[in-house]
Each structure stands twice: as structure tokens, then as C-alpha cells.
């Protein structure tokens, strides 16, 4: 692997964030102050609010910028600490709709997509189609820049080092502590998830070892909102402290299921794709955790309340 494929890896890791970023404000721009308004009057019931949660970051793309938002909702008083739990709970379903996206393999239409986008931003001068042809651009950008990824990580296949810090993946706890740490570092759990995809469609990586990596993503995805909620309120600490335990408890029941039940050969069984059985294991996870925690939200918000007095 030479200095050309480590660039490759970065600049297609840039485009898939930017292209990331870009549907999530351009869609922001669409939305207004209306996306201020659904989380302000539609959270005041969890499943109502998980539902928005839900939607919201299914639009945006991104579980990180609508932990942001709630916690500048929260320092202005305009959302009470548990709207914002039962939204952000919500938020960690709508996430897992990348990795669904990913695996329908959408990447040969990208460029018609940005092509799409562009024509409709530089030749109609509507500001709100405007916004629109910008979140296409972003969708094509964010599938090329994958597209790019992996392509340039194709002669990992040959490197040493690579296949060896693959083999200590093995160990479940490894696993789940890498996903954990790379996730942390880029921000994005979405990312993380599609370079995992990647890996797995180039047969780098086995669904068995995935899976735990998938599980620690979902607690680095927590860096995003910690980093935010450093400077702000009391609220906005705890709404962390709850997406840090929750993801946790979620990432420690999953851990020892995956080790003593059938559930992983079960996910990959109804899998067409190792990219679907990543996108599959992900989405289950976080469901499988919202309905496990939902009955006891109240409880873990008590406790959490006690350590922050």
C-alpha cells in the first residue's frame, strides 16, 4: 500500500463527510425554524417524541448534529430534559438509515444525482429548490467519496501490517473497543459505519468480527455531544451522561447475547450483503435498545440526577 491509496482513503473520507454535512444544512435550510418547531411541539409525549427523533435524523443524516441542536434547545429553555431524551433515543434509530442507504449500493447513480443538483442550483433561481439540488449534490458526494474509499483500500489485501491488526479484531473486546475509538475520532458513526461496509464488501473484515465493532461505534458516536455539552448547562451534561449509559448498557447486553446466542450467524442468514448484515445488525441494536430501555427511561434519568447533585 503506498502513499497514493493512504490518500485515496483520506480524500474519500473528507468527500463522504462533506457530502454528509451538506445534505445535513441543506436540509437544515429547507426546514427553518419548522425543525425548531417539531422538537419544540411534538416531543411532549416519548413516542411522539422518539417518532420526531426518529424522522429528523433519518432527513439530516447525522445523530451528532441533532444531539447538538437539543442541547442548544436545552441551554435556551426552549426543551425539557426528558423531551430530549425520549428525542435523542429516537435519534439513534433514525442514524442506522445511512447504513440501510449504503447497502442499497446507490453509488453508480451518484454522479447522475450531483449532476441532478447542480443543474437545479446554478439553473433555477428558487431558493428553497435551491436547498434541494444542494442536498442531491451532497447524497452524490457522499457515495463517491465511499466509492473512493474503497477503492483505494483494495490493496490493503496485500499489506501485513493490515491483515495483523485485523486478526487482534478477533477478540470480541478489541473489537468493540476499535469501533469505539475510530468513531470517536472521525465524529461520525455514520462514516465509521460505511468504512466498516467497505471492508466487509472487500472481504477485509468477517460479519462475526463486524458486529462488535458495530457495537463500540455506538458508544464513540457519544464523543459529539460530550465535546458539546462541556461548556453547557447542567441539562445538557446529563442529556450526555443518558446517551453515554444508554449506549453502553445497549453495547454490554448485545456483547454477551452475540457471545452465547446464534444471533449474529441469524442477522447474516437474512442478509443478502455483508454491507446488509452491518446495516441490519446496527439497526436492530439501536431498536432493540430504545424498546429495552423505553420502560425504565425514568429510572436511569433518577440516577443520573443523583450523580450530577
Known amino acids: 500500500m503506498n502513499i497514493t491509496d493512504y490518500i485515496g482513503v483520506i480524500g474519500g473520507l473528507s468527500l463522504f463527510l462533506y457530502g ?114 444542494e442536498f442531491l449534490v451532497g447524497i452524490g458526494i457522499l457515495f463517491m467519496g465511499l466509492e473512493i474509499m474503497s477503492n483505494a483500500m483494495k490493496p490493503i489485501a496485500s499489506s501485513i501490517y493490515f491483515l495483523s491488526f485485523i486478526k487482534t479484531l478477533s477478540h470480541p473486546m478489541i473489537a468493540v473497543l ?11 458513526s455514520s462514516a465509521s459505519i460505511g468504512i466498516l461496509q467497505s471492508l466487509a464488501l472487500n472481504g477485509f473484515i468477517e460479519f462475526r468480527v463486524a458486529a462488535f465493532v458495530v457495537f463500540g461505534q455506538n458508544i464513540g458516536t457519544c464523543i459529539t455531544s460530550f465535546l458539546a455539552s462541556l461548556k453547557s448547562c447542567k441539562n445538557a451534561k446529563k442529556l450526555t451522561a443518558f446517551q453515554i449509559s444508554f449506549n453502553t448498557l445497549g453495547t454490554f447486553i448485545f456483547f454477551f447475547v452475540c457471545l452465547y446466542t446464534p444471533l449474529i450467524s441469524m442477522v447474516e442468514s437474512i442478509s443478502l450483503t455483508s454491507s446488509r448484515a452491518i446495516a441490519n445488525m446496527h439497526t436492530l441494536f439501536n431498536m432493540t435498545s430504545v424498546f429495552i430501555v423505553l420502560p425504565f427511561d425514568k429510572y436511569i434519568i433518577k440516577m443520573i440526577d443523583k450523580i450530577y447533585k
Not at 429553555?77 to 433515543?89: F, Y
Not at 475509538?181 to 465524529?187: D, E, H, V
Request: charged letters at 10%; aromatic letters at 8%.
Open 20 to 133: 454528509m454535512h451538506m445534505m445535513s444544512e441543506s436540509l437544515n435550510r429547507i426546514a427553518g425554524d419548522k425543525l425548531k418547531d417539531i422538537l419544540t411541539y411534538l416531543t411532549d409525549n416519548k413516542y411522539k417524541a422518539i417518532i420526531s427523533g426518529m424522522i429528523v435524523t433519518a432527513l439530516i443524516q447525522s445523530s451528532s448534529s441533532l444531539s447538538i441542536m437539543l442541547i442548544g434547545f436545552i441551554n435556551a429553555s426552549l426543551l425539557p430534559l426528558e423531551n430530549a431524551i425520549w428525542t435523542m433515543m429516537g435519534a439513534d434509530i433514525g442514524t442506522t438509515m445511512t447504513g440501510q442507504l449504503i447497502a442499497f449500493d446507490i453509488g453508480a447513480i451518484a454522479p447522475i444525482l450531483s449532476v441532478v443538483g447542480v443543474i437545479i442550483v446554478v439553473f433555477i433561481p428558487l431558493k428553497r429548490l435551491n436547498h434541494f439540488g
Open 178 to 188: 476499535f469501533g469505539a475509538i475510530f468513531t470517536a475520532l472521525i465524529q461520525s
